[in-house]
């Protein structure tokens, strides 16, 4: 298993669509090149802004046996498990807010149902986490301030969808802020099920991915930035390595 996280460019959120496109492709390239056959955008922002064409227009140029899939459908998919009365809040980077992408899929998810989709954009929240300022004062106000808004745009929400990977982390501060009775999707876990779902529809893929077992780290920024950060974000010390993108 290998991981890459172009920590060097980030974050994305504020990023233009051609230039996440840009720079998501070049990450897919570069783990086609190092023997990966499915690949998994982990980051909403990716997903909304270069997921389909580099599934339309730029897979068929690599090969038919590799696979490139998102985070927000899975989110979508699993969002009857959460809502009631069909308002859905979402809580995402301006980029991923901007491009429409949970409301235009929670659309076609709901069928004709009535389903109300409300965002906010958190811009804060990004930075909040990658400078370690979890438990600072001013998290709580940025995270109540955008989480006031959005509940005072659609007070009937009783479900929301963090729409960033790195918002889970921020879930301590998020709870202090949302009503009574809403519920929260984090896209971790209904992400990791729907893979091995997807790995069942799809044998061919499944037997070309490694079962050992070993993860390989590596970043395009400074690997002691990197290592600092990647404690915060799963609680353990690890080792990675640098990888440039071009």
Known sequence: ?????????????????????????????KLFEMGCNLVILACNTASAKALRTIQQNDLPKFSQNKR?????????????????????????????VLSNSYPIELEKWAGGKVLKTTQEACPIWVPLVENNEIDSPGTDYF??????NLIAADPEIDSIILACTHYPLLLPVIKKFVPEGVKILEQGKVVSASLVEYLKRHPEIDEKCSKSGIVKYYSTESIDVFEKNATTFIGKELKGEKLTLK
Do not use: M, W
């Open 1 to 29: 298993f290998i991981y890459l996280g172009d920590n060097a460019r980030a974050p994305y959120g504020s990023r233009s669509f051609e230039v996440v496109y840009e720079y998501t492709l070049q990450s897919v390239e």
């Open 68 to 96: 490139v899939l998102g985070v927000i459908r899975p989110a979508v998919e699993s969002i009857g498990q959460f809502t009631r009365n069909g308002h859905v809040g979402i809580l995402g980077t301006v980029g991923t």
């Open 143 to 148: 995270v109540e301030k955008n989480i006031r």
